[in-house]
């Protein structure tokens, strides 16, 4: 069965610092990902994705993204957080086996400290 | 291009009511999806719209339902309304061809009492 697990469910991190949310996915297709972020009481803003080619994504934000098919992994970073990260980011996998079908994760909340 | 759009912002609903919410995707857009967000649930996948046809649905009772129209929007229903049905509803359209990125609503609050 698919999955889309994020490890961590809060994660609180000083203005300026750098940031890794995990990503981890169980899927027997050739996936596709993404990465999403979410204001308090908004919808869903696409970051990145990711199809094939390099694994190294670049996306809106200043964000990036890497995918290691070895560890069935697509970690999003940041090398300096800003105030206004402070969000819920979501990690998604889609495959094309399964046409347009997304899965997503539980959900990483973020808190910048001043 | 205007977003996907949701309407109403919020609806308070009693407890046994019907409720709808309504959807309208992006120009161009065919498939509609909608995801239920309860607190500390995370996006639990509802339903999945495609050319006016119901292509998935996730593990929810019957009493979700919705349907697509021929101009690609979308309604969900929800009757015989529970107090745990209250959440906030996005619904997010993505173009036909696979690799296509979903783009959200800002949602539909539902307060059941």
């Known amino acids: 069965a698919q999955s889309v697990t994020q490890p961590d469910i809060h994660i609180t991190v000083s203005e300026g610092a750098s940031l890794e949310l995990r990503c981890n996915y169980s899927?027997?297709?050739?996936?596709?990902l993404f990465w999403y972020v979410q204001s308090p009481g908004q919808g869903l803003q696409l970051l990145l994705k990711?199809?094939?080619?390099?694994?190294l994504v670049q996306g809106i934000k200043g964000f990036e993204a890497e995918f290691k098919r070895s560890q069935s992994s697509f970690n999003l970073r940041k090398p300096s957080v800003h105030w206004s990260d402070a969000a819920e980011y979501f990690c998604?996998?889609?495959?094309?086996?399964?046409?347009?079908?997304?899965?997503f994760g539980t959900g990483t909340s973020l808190t910048v400290i001043p | 291009e205007a977003g996907v759009t949701q309407s109403p912002t919020h609806l308070i609903k009693t407890r046994g009511q019907q409720a709808t919410l309504r959807c309208s995707p992006i120009?161009?857009?065919?498939?509609v999806y909608w995801y239920q967000q309860a607190l500390g649930l995370g996006l639990q996948f509802l339903l999945w719209?495609?050319?006016?046809?119901?292509?998935n649905r996730g593990n929810f009772p019957p009493r979700f339902s919705g349907r697509q129209f021929p101009n690609y929007s979308s309604e969900l229903n929800v009757n015989a309304l529970e107090l745990e049905d209250s959440a906030l509803y996005l619904c997010?359209?993505?173009?036909?061809?696979?690799?296509?990125?979903?783009?959200f609503g800002n949602g539909t609050r539902l307060t059941v009492t």
């Open positions: 990711y199809f094939s080619g390099d694994t």
């Open positions: 719209y495609d050319e006016g046809e119901e292509r």
């Open positions: 997010a359209s993505s173009r036909r061809e696979n690799y296509s990125p979903l783009h």
């Open positions: 899927y027997g297709a050739t996936p596709y």
């Open positions: 120009s161009g857009h065919t498939s």
């Open positions: 998604a996998v889609g495959a094309r086996e399964t046409g347009n079908q997304f899965y």
